[in-house]
């Protein structure tokens, strides 16, 4: 049926100019070859799309609801064209960004003298934020964060995993000392936890090898993980905070690890962005460049 595209394209311009001749012009083409190509045209659909009179020419039925379709299809060809020439143009313009505390302090700021090298023309709007922003509203262009974001992904979006992080368990010295350090997993389920707010509520923990345990739920539930880190230090209870974060924490020993040898289930880090601005240069450039940076960490 991709055969008769440009003959569907004729009829548009036959319907619209109300005339062979000026179709053929327009097309330049023989007024012949135009009549040729609608024959050929209703031939493949097996109706007649034209009244042909000596005065002028009038759409069947079947033919005025088939215009409607072929003017559908000419607007997304144009657009499809459109897309095509931007997707060669240099990168520019604004990119509104939102990204969770770690990917943006641990990758992405650290990075953007060497985005700016390769695109200069890009404008960054970086949002530092651990919440989940509304693409519907067209809020934030694309989203830098964990996984547990989106717990179904919209239709509309696309996810790209950046990266896998380790977790831990620690704890404040004051809060060892007060209710005793656990020995085993198990033990967890008697403690106070301290969650961030976008954390899902569930009382089962996933682990490595697929291990599971039991935790209670949050006596503290922050919406930043340096505020659930500082409700740790404190001595509020248990966190659960990607090594790297809790690292400073623990070498400075105002955090201790619970279990020196066990981690909480890998965090996976996400990019996520609407699927109809994928090859927009901007975006393009942004995603392929985050992608590049993080190569190593999937």
Known sequence: MLT???????????VEKQSMSRAAEKLDLSAAAVSIQLKKLEKALGFSLLQRSTRRLKLTEQGERFYEHCKELQEKIAETAAFA???????????????????????????????????PKVQLDIEVSERIPDFSRQEVDVLLGFSNYYKELPGNLHSQRLMVISAMF????????????????????????????????????????????????????LNSIDAVISAGVQGLGVIDCPELICRPYLESGRLVPLFDDIFSKKMEGYLFYDKKNAMLPKFRAFIDFILEKTIDLR
């Not at 008769?4 to 036959?14: N, S």
């Not at 656990?182 to 569930?202: A, T």
């Open 4 to 14: 008769v595209v440009p003959y569907m394209m004729a009829f548009i311009e036959v």
């Open 85 to 119: 020439d931007r997707a060669h143009q240099e990168p520019k313009g604004r990119l509104r960004i939102v990204s969770s505390y770690y990917t943006a302090h641990r990758y992405l700021i650290e990075e953007l003298e060497d985005f700016y090298q390769r695109y």
């Open 170 to 221: 620690s704890a404040s010295p004051v809060y060892l000392k007060k209710y005793g350090q656990p020995k085993s997993l198990g033990e967890l389920k008697n403690h106070d936890f301290i969650y961030h707010k976008i954390r899902s509520p569930q009382q089962t923990l996933k682990m490595y090898a697929d291990k599971e345990v039991i935790i209670p739920p949050a006596k503290v539930t």
